[in-house]
């Protein structure tokens, strides 16, 4: 999946519990994001950071934090405030932010609530 | 604000016969528009893109689109469907300012030997 990784690969949630899905990627991209993916909703954008230390609020961003510390890592944070986390979590990156630029996935997260 | 529209939750076609994959959008101004292809339980791989030029766009493992710009659509087509083809397919537009790709629902592929 093109040098991004992501972790675990599933995860389990318990009710009242934060938990952080990892995002790293060795490609230099300066661009991450977070997409949601459920049956039959397509993809919906949580988070997206085009730079270090700087990030964005997509359009399902309610119930989760992110944090852009480092070039090569983009940490999910799905929040207690979450009510409904079950779903596939894709992490991405693209070279720069420009409208031109394919984006490269990751192998995603399927996360669910116990 | 920019949007995608994947009419067909799902498309069969026989081994052998064409496909295609409809996909319409809304954007303000010229759109940028992508195709990618996700397998079971993986992340979406990038099939082709339409950025300016050329109406047909050819990409990976035979496929191609057609941008037309009248009718608002960028569908994806191949000759002679596989097997190995059978997976989900989303469309994706951008616009010029920058803004982060919108993806469709998606389309399941299903080609049936």
């Known amino acids: 999946d093109g040098g991004i990784t992501q972790s675990p690969k599933y995860l389990f949630r318990k009710e009242g519990q934060n938990v952080t899905l990892s995002c790293e990627q060795n490609l230099n991209h300066d661009a991450m994001y977070w997409y949601r993916q459920d049956p039959g909703q397509g993809l919906r954008l949580i988070y997206y950071s085009q730079i270090v230390n700087d990030f964005q609020k997509g359009d399902i961003a309610e119930g989760y934090s992110v944090s852009r510390e480092k070039k090569e890592s983009f940490p999910l944070t799905v929040t207690s405030a979450q009510k409904n986390p079950t779903a596939f979590y894709l992490c991405?990156?693209?070279?720069?932010?420009?409208?031109?630029?394919?984006?490269?996935f990751g192998s995603g997260t399927q996360l669910s609530v116990l | 604000a920019q949007s995608v529209a994947q009419p067909e939750d799902q498309v069969n076609v026989a081994e052998g016969n064409p496909l295609t994959v409809k996909c319409t959008y809304s954007v303000s101004g010229n759109p940028y528009l992508f195709w990618y292809v996700q397998y079971p339980n993986r992340g979406l791989q990038f099939l082709l893109k339409y950025i300016t030029g050329d109406n047909l766009v050819k990409g990976s493992y035979g496929f191609e689109a057609e941008f037309n710009k009248s009718q608002t659509s960028f569908h994806l087509k191949k000759p002679s469907a596989l097997v190995s083809d059978s997976a989900l397919y989303f469309c994706?537009?951008?616009?010029?300012?920058?803004?982060?790709?919108?993806f469709g629902k998606g389309t399941r592929l299903s080609v049936i030997a």
């Open positions: 994706a537009v951008r616009d010029r300012r920058n803004t982060p790709l919108v």
């Open positions: 991405a990156s693209s070279v720069s932010g420009t409208s031109t630029e394919k984006l490269f």
